[in-house]
């Protein structure tokens, strides 16, 4: 297992250091001792977050995928799952809500490139109001690690068990803090939301989508309630439904149009 992370020093350069006594070089020293905590801190995190991944190819298991979800909440726009087989640790994985946008554009790429492999799966609002958000989420989730080729043999699966899932796996309580092959399907299927999050409001740039993703902030709900749901949004989340028996939410924009 190749781990990458490491010092951008050589050896020789650091022993030079350490017997060069000016004020500039014990600068230098110091700033290049840091590094080297930092870069083992990476590795023994990247290590650990394979922990997991060991366990399952102890038992005899060779193929191990991780898989993640994004767009559970939102009231607007699919659910997303990604699945992930890596060939390799990758360094500055982690859950990607805890990453940058430009952190996550960069892994993306890397994720997809790399030669690992990769499969991704879209529920669309529409299938979400039909089948619920669990059963979709379930759907989602399967279908993207089905979608792997070849199939993985185990899956490591962020937060709950997949009835129906036809690859025997895992649940992991914050697999993608946990598991670099979660926190790869977590990158996956969160970029490949937000991308077409930002499609959508092209369509529809009336209720900043770019902006909330279809998450339930103040702008967001502003704007349903001037201009009433559109097509991606979901009918059967609050405050849809609750608008349907009130008959109170959208009355406005009902009124005026």
Known sequence: MRVEAGPPYSGAFLRDLETDERSGARALLAICHRMELRAKASKDRMEA?????????????RRVGGVDEAGRGPLAGPIVAGA?????????????????????????????????????????????DRLGIQTANYRAMTLAATSLEPLPDFLLIDGF????????????????????????????????????????DTEFPEYGFARHKGYATEEHLAAIERHGPCPVHRKSFAPFTSAAQTGSLFEESNMAS
């Not at 690859?167 to 979660?182: C, E, M, N």
């Open 49 to 61: 977050m394979f922990r997991y991944e060991h366990e399952a190819k102890a038992t005899g298991f």
């Open 161 to 200: 068990a997949v009835p129906g899932c036809p690859i025997p796996h895992r649940r992991i309580v914050k697999g993608d803090r946990l598991s670099q092959s979660i926190a790869a399907a977590s990158i996956i299927a969160k970029v490949t939301r937000d991308r077409i999050m930002l499609q959508v």
């Open 84 to 128: 992930v087989v890596l060939n390799e640790p990758i360094a500055g994985l982690n859950d990607s809500k805890l990453l940058k946008e430009s952190e996550r554009e960069s892994l993306y790429e890397r994720i997809m490139n790399d030669g690992h492999a990769v499969g991704v799966a879209v529920i669309e609002p529409e299938d979400i």
